[in-house]
């Protein structure tokens, strides 16, 4: 279950997920020639395989997080007619 928070914010588990793309951002572990796959160095083949993984995972965080409730604290008092007075 989410937890809720006054700010607006929201946590949810799946937004692990998202941990996922910026793992290709750590060169040491792809910084290599080998294995080749059809002439490509591990380094550029590696990436590739990175653009469609950062998708999916991007894309389901969505989909299981986007019909969450968000609170974000006390109710807005103001309405459009009060923020207008200000401007006479």
Do not use: C, H
Request: glycine share 8%.
């Amino acid at each position: 279950m989410p937890s809720e928070s006054k700010t607006g914010l929201r946590w949810s588990n799946w937004n692990l997920l998202l941990i996922v793309p910026l793992l290709m951002l750590i060169t040491p572990w792809f910084n290599m020639d080998e294995p080749r796959v059809f002439g490509l160095p591990f380094f550029y083949w590696y990436q590739f395989v990175f653009v469609p993984l950062g998708v999916l995972a991007v894309g389901l965080v969505y989909i299981k997080t986007k019909d969450e409730p968000v609170v974000t604290g006390k109710p807005d008092k103001l309405g459009v007619d009060d923020l207008d007075e200000g401007a006479n």
